[in-house]
């Protein structure tokens, strides 16, 4: 308890003498099991915590709650790096409420989060709400990077507001990103995971949002992964590509009940026993699915209209539900309820298995089957 009182006294000074002169906080922690608090009100400050060791934790975990950082105001920055295992950016709420490790409330922020080591933690996994960054405003920059390790997790990335960018990258294997999650309009997230046996999940509510998530390189293959993506809203872009060795799964969806429109939804996955599911609900959305390698299966289903057609006899197709799928012993099936639908499935190689399934009116299907 009295190293508790002398890290904090040490650093609510280094914040009371920073602010008024410099608008700027500094806290540089060697060796382990320590800890940091940062609260700054105003415009243009900037935080910057740098922690060296094993066990040292940004925010409080079983002590009173607080944010690890808190800003409230506009144009601020804060930037924490931590080097070494099981380090932490989060803070313990036993009522539940939403609250995070980094908190900005305000416009035209910069949040930054640099983890490098072993099971190395931002946010906490005991609460469904407990983000390692939240920002609310407009026109925030997020980045958390966890690099060089295993085992390390994201429990949330969160952005409320407009113009908003989010980036998580995690190099290492058996990595987690619970969710990366924005909800407003013209928004873009980046998440890159390079590694075997990593799980992303990606949440996206407004609209004209663009979103990426991948996992492995063409030169970092990876294998047993897992991705996530939710979509809710109207012209979202989302893309989702893994490249690796196999055993993968991709999962895209934009639920019926909230009737989206106008939203294109890709998957790519390269390698072997690859799964990629797409579920689609709305009118004049489209979905494509691509599939490189052998022994894949790919399945996409839409509810709604004019997913994939224009014209009233079902002639025409833009955007259409597509599968494409390279190699050996893959198996597509596309299942639509709607009307003025249309879909495209092209397999080459041996082995294959197509089927599709349309309920409605003015529908319209291709398939192409080659060696």
């Known amino acids: 308890m009295k190293r508790f009182f002398m890290f904090l006294i040490l650093i609510l000074f280094i914040v009371g003498w920073a602010y008024p002169q410099h608008n700027q906080a500094t806290v540089e922690q060697s060796s382990n099991?320590?800890?940091?608090?940062?609260?700054?009100?105003?415009?243009?400050?900037?935080?910057?915590v740098t922690q060296t060791g094993d066990g040292n934790i940004v925010g409080t975990v079983g002590q009173a709650a607080a944010e690890g950082v808190l800003q409230t105001g506009a144009n601020n920055t804060a930037s924490i790096t931590q080097f070494g295992n099981g380090n932490q950016v989060s803070q313990y709420r036993s009522d539940k409420n939403v609250y995070a490790g980094l908190l900005q409330n305000g416009a035209g922020n910069e949040a930054t989060i640099i983890q490098v080591g072993d099971e190395n933690k931002v946010g906490l996994n005991i609460y469904a709400y407990h983000a390692g960054i939240e920002q609310i405003g407009d026109n925030n920059i997020a980045a958390i990077t966890q690099q060089n390790g295993d085992e390390n997790h994201v429990r949330e990335l969160f952005q409320s507001g407009v113009s908003?960018?989010?980036?998580?990258?995690?190099?290492?294997?058996?990595?987690?990103?619970?969710?990366?999650?924005?909800?407003?309009?013209?928004?873009?997230?980046?998440?890159?995971?390079?590694?075997?046996?990593?799980?992303?999940?990606?949440?996206?509510?407004?609209?004209?949002?663009?979103?990426?998530?991948?996992?492995?390189?063409?030169?970092?293959?990876?294998?047993?992964?897992?991705?996530?993506?939710?979509?809710?809203?109207?012209?979202?872009t989302v893309t989702l590509t893994q490249l690796g060795g196999g055993h993968n799964d991709a999962f895209q969806w934009l639920p019926s009940t909230y009737?989206?429109?106008?939203?294109?939804?890709?998957?790519?996955?390269?390698?072997?026993?690859?799964?990629?599911?797409?579920?689609?609900?709305?009118?004049?959305?489209?979905?494509?699915?691509?599939?490189?390698?052998?022994?894949?299966?790919?399945?996409?289903?839409?509810?709604?209209?004019?997913?994939?057609?224009?014209d009233v006899d079902g002639d025409l197709m833009v955007d259409p539900v597509t599968i494409a799928q390279t190699g050996d012993y893959h198996y597509a099936s596309i299942w639509q309820d709607g009307d003025l639908n249309g879909v495209i499935i092209t397999q080459t190689?041996?082995?294959?298995?197509?089927?599709?399934?349309?309920?409605?009116?003015?529908?319209?299907?291709?398939?192409t089957q080659s060696n």
């Open 349 to 367: 190689g041996d082995h294959h298995s197509a089927e599709v399934t349309q309920t409605g009116n003015n529908n319209k299907c291709i398939v």
């Open 259 to 310: 009737n989206g429109a106008e939203n294109i939804l890709s998957l790519t996955q390269d390698g072997q026993d690859n799964e990629a599911t797409q579920k689609v609900g709305g009118d004049f959305n489209a979905a494509t699915t691509t599939q490189t390698g052998g022994y894949n299966c790919a399945l996409t289903i839409t509810y709604g209209n004019h997913n994939g057609t224009t």
């Open 33 to 48: 099991n320590n800890f940091a608090l940062i609260k700054q009100v105003g415009n243009a400050l900037v935080t910057t």
């Open 164 to 236: 908003n960018q989010a980036t998580i990258l995690q190099d290492g294997s058996e990595n987690y990103v619970a969710r990366l999650h924005q909800t407003g309009n013209l928004n873009t997230s980046t998440v890159a995971q390079f590694g075997d046996d990593n799980e992303i999940e990606v949440s996206i509510n407004g609209a004209l949002n663009n979103s990426s998530a991948e996992q492995g390189t063409d030169l970092a293959r990876s294998s047993d992964n897992e991705a996530t993506q939710w979509i809710n809203g109207t012209s979202n």
